[in-house]
């Protein structure tokens, strides 16, 4: 019984994966995953964006480009919501400060991978479309 559960969940997952792939692909956009590292290549209109993608060496064989583009954009709608202002980060310890720089970086990088595909996409409301099917987890 679990194991059905379980397998319905994933045909689910899946699903969702490929309604939101599905979006993006109508626009002319392709996903492929990279072949020598864990990262998802996008392109369309003459731009690539690569999105980098965190799991284990078994899990990313098994992962479908379409999974792949779910995660990034779960990551990327996270990352949207991040503030570095002192009323958030007042109460970090020193340790905890010293990563801040490194943070900064990477939102500002994720910031610059949002704004290319949403140019790929032809505009805010596309990105919000793809976004808003997505739940970040």
Known sequence: MVHTDLRDLRQAFEARCAAVA????????TLAKGQAAHELRVTGRGETVVFPVVTDEHEWTEL???AAFYGAMADAKAWTKLRLDPETTGSLDEF???TLPIIAREASAESIRLRTLEQM???RHELDAVLEQVDAL
């Open 22 to 29: 599905s979006h993006v692909e109508e626009r002319g956009i």
């Open 121 to 123: 996409l032809g505009g």
């Open 96 to 98: 905890e400060r010293l």
């Open 64 to 66: 479908s480009a379409a």
